[in-house]
RNA sequence: GCCCGGGUGGCGGAACUGGUAGACGCAAGGGACUUAAAAUCCCUCGGCUUUUAGCUGUGCGGGUUCGAUUCCCGCCCCGGGUACCA
């Protein structure tokens, strides 16, 4: 055995044997429990970052874990290939969006393998390969023949010197990133997946989802967002037209005084009175270039435009001035709502703003409101005022009567509405999945039939960033014949939401290489659910509950048997890093920095504050140079180290030396004491010295065990494994307790070889073992060599510890009360007191109570 | 704005169900070994004080409790998401 720990010589070799002998490569086995493991695959934008370092250590520890297990683990990895990055690229530096990602990924792919991830390379696949979009689009056909996908019309952030749609990441306070220009709202038509369909099974589903974390489900519940309510006719005075308006609060019908519209409503302008058509329109033009985002976000100053027009307050008779305001959204509920002053905030402030009157309907108990002299809008309970037979009634009863009342007159219905909305998945870009439709003069929207897929995107493109996709100048690949009539067809020249290629991949994991279909039903039945899924919390809402919807899509098309795609989650916080910036050259890359200075002109540089790791903002750490000077063990050590997975994690290069001086402790452990490990023969095992090891080793393994299964508090379960090295150096009796030495190291092999493989293989090597760590299996910790003797419980008295008193393990109360009572520095305090109680908490503690 | 998190020494973090606040590691200081350095090993390490001990301390202000980092109420700050970044 060598003297000195030399990690690339050993992650090179491990590396090799596990490519050479298919370590990680499996297969179906209905005789062995299976788990599918799996961590969000990475979008490939170059380098792998820190981030990715974190998610597939994480990953990989509980990969290796379930294998020593016994478990036939499935550990995928691909990649989420499509995106506007590779568009970006190419508009920059001219490079093709295909070779760009095709580059990126033999990149990342090399550094996946130099960091030692135990996946099963042989399924991997990129989402820009035909081979997998042409699957996806079979899937679009079948929603679309059942009614799941659709095309309506909806807004989009248009720049008109670029002719270009811009994400919302590329507006920036309502400008383009490009040309600083102002970015209006476009309408154009777009295709949609049917997702509301789902909304009631996707939230009451999240009841069911135990192996999520709770914030999640919230998230999603908030997201999906229920209310019930009612749908409520406005007739608009004059005219034969109705208002419908959804409202939670029709206890305060009432009390609606004016009623407000999404400008985009498809009333908003046929309402406005000749006089006021002007204004309007104006109005309505400037709220298409407030970003959709912004007025989301409120970061709009709230203000709307009278119509001209009336509607009938259905209650009350009353006349009821209608108004366009640019905090409705026509994207919620109907469009419009009904306005109520005295009990909504906003209304509260609108109709202030606007002179318009108020009219208090509910009372809370106990106060005396008036509409003259309220201050802010009152959003609590309380009795009905002002609301004819419904007086007196508190308003969630109010409520349910009045919900009554307006469907037996007609005029209104009990809706359960929901905040979800359907998704948009058009995406006027080049580099995403084509989206297999045709439009046909004589025959309209043909779907391209399925014996003619894939439809390819054509590669033969130029980028420029100006006049849209290219895809709608690109005639051999617009133009094609009508499968119906024969007649010349257009295709469709918008591309899929690249979330649609993230929602399910997860199942195409389970027979890539299928030719015939998306996948293979009894493998995709045989792994899925996946039983862990590993990923950024931003994911939270969206990419899962896309993928969630997918996977209900596909069962209720009679393709795969599965409700839930995920029956584990975790998810983990960001890595971030302090930002650097010179005055003269902006930010700087860490390695730009020299002595605080900026090493291309030497000034004095900023430190800024720390954020998430970014390629824009250089506050990167590349991992390959970590690897290089350390290994790749140091690198997953010290990412699982830092902080518990679901924790944001800060960059510190100090920590990483610790985590490489612990490996070669760990190291000199085994050759140091590779001499009195010959010694096979049990000499005096039941010394005190062996015991208490013995107790320290299997305490080790309950305490790693727990740590890693389900919980991943990987730090804690490390800093465990430190301890039990630290005690080894510190063991003295070794030539006394060979074998209990030998337990100890080979314990610490064990438990750390899920962190960090190449070591773990390579010093389980050198004890002597010939099978490989998978083939050993995880420890267990044997009961008997746990118990103590003796406990140390601390003693407080009013609270506060003024001491501690050894007792035998299985002291009963009244023994401990004694004890505590007696103990010198205990008495100190209670002298001149009187003892009022002693709580008493076996195997911890015992609080005095003196006055 | 809205939804979801987070805030503990000089730093990363620990304390699992309300029961010793600061495990483990980093940095720092002191010492040993060495011609020297690296590596390694040992000691100290929240603050304050009258230092075998006491007071104080987990973002801020209150509350519940024998006991609160943990539970409740009200604030402040930071991060994530907000439907075309992935």
Known sequence: MQ??????????????????????????????????????????????HMGHVRNYSIGDVVARFKRMQGLNVLHPMGWDAFGMPAENAAIQHGTHPARWTRE????????????????DWTREFATCDAEYYRWEQLIFLKMYEKGLTYKKSSFVNWCEPCQTV????????????????????????????????????????????????????????????????????????????????????????????????APEHPMALELASAERRRGVE????????????????????????????????????????????????????????????THDQRDFEFASRYGIPKRLVIQPDGGVLTSETMTEAWIGSGRLVN???????????????????????????????FRLRDWGVSRQRYWGTPIPILYCDGCGTVPVPEQQLPVLLPQDVRISGEGGSPLTQHESFLYTVCPNCGGRARR???????????????????????????????????????????GGIEHAVMHLLYARFFTKVLRDLDMLAVDEPFRNLLTQGMVCMETRSCPEHGWLFPEEVEEGCCSKCGRKVTLGRNEKMSKSKKNVVDPDQLI???????????????????????????????????????????????????????????????????????????????????????????????????????????????????????????????????????LWQLLGHSGGLEQAGWPNYEAAALTEDEKTIVVQVNGKVRGKVTVVADADQETLKAAALAEENVLRFIKNKTVRKVIVVPGRLVNVVAS
Request: hydrophobic share 35%; charged share 30%.
């Open 628 to 762: 290089g000077r350390y290994g790749a063990d140091t690198a997953r050590l010290f990412s699982l180290f830092a902080a518990p997975p679901e924790k944001d994690l800060e960059w510190n290069e100090q920590g990483v030396e610790g985590c490489y001086r612990f490996l070669n402790r760990v190291w000199r452990a085994v050759y140091e004491n590779m001499q009195d490990l010959a010694f096979t023969e049990t000499v005096n095992e039941d010394a005190f010295a062996g015991r208490v090891l013995r107790r320290h080793t299997h305490r080790t393994i309950r305490k790693v065990t727990e740590d890693i299964d389900g919980r991943f508090h990987f730090n804690t379960a490390i800093s465990a494994i430190m301890e039990l090295v630290n005690t080894i150096y510190a063991f003295e009796a070794k030539k006394q307790c060979p074998s209990a030495l030998r337990e100890a190291l080979e314990t610490v092999v064990l438990l750390l070889s899920p962190f960090v493989p190449h070591l773990c293989e390579e």
């Open 387 to 417: 609301s004819e037979s419904f007086d007196g009634l508190d308003n969630e009863t109010a409520k349910e009567k009045i919900a009554d009342y307006l469907e037996s007159r007609g005029i209104g219905r009990k809706r359960v509405n």
């Open 104 to 119: 990126n990924i033999a990149h990342m792919r090399s550094q996946l393998k130099k960091m030692g991830f135990s996946y």
């Open 3 to 48: 003297e000195r720990y030399d990690a690339a010589a050993i992650e090179e070799k491990w590396q090799r044997q596990w490519e050479e002998r298919d370590t990680f490569v499996v297969r179906e086995d209905p005789d062995r429990q299976k788990y599918y493991l799996l961590e969000m695959f990475p979008y490939p934008s170059g380098r792998i």
């Open 282 to 341: 104006a109005f309505i033009a400037k709220v298409r270039r407030q970003d959709k985002t912004g007025r989301a976000s409120g970061d709009y100053e709230k203000e709307g435009i009278f119509t001209g027009s009336y509607c009938t307050n259905p209650v009350t008779g009353d006349s009821l001035p209608v108004y366009l305001a640019n905090f409705v959204l026509m994207d919620y509920g109907t469009g419009a709502v009904m306005a109520v002053p």
């Open 166 to 261: 811009l994400a919302n990441e590329q507006v920036e306070d309502g400008r383009c990133w490009r040309c600083d220009c102002e970015v209006e709202q476009k309408e154009l038509e777009q295709w949609f997946f049917k997702i509301t369909a789902y909304a009631q099974e996707l939230l009451d589903e999240t009841f069911h989802l135990k192996g999520w974390p709770e914030p999640v489900l919230t998230m999603q519940r908030n997201w999906i967002g229920c209310s019930t309510g009612c749908e409520i006719d406005f007739a608009v005075e004059g005219s034969g037209t109705v208002i419908k308006v959804f409202t939670t609060r029709q206890d305060t019908l009432y009390g609606a005084t004016f009623m407000s519209l």
């Open 492 to 534: 469709e020249t918008d591309t899929f939401d690249t979330f649609v290629e993230s929602s399910w991949y997860f199942v195409r994991f389970a027979s890539p290489r299928e030719h015939n279909a998306p996948f293979d039903r009894v493998a995709a039945e045989y792994w899925l659910p996946v039983d862990q899924y590993i």
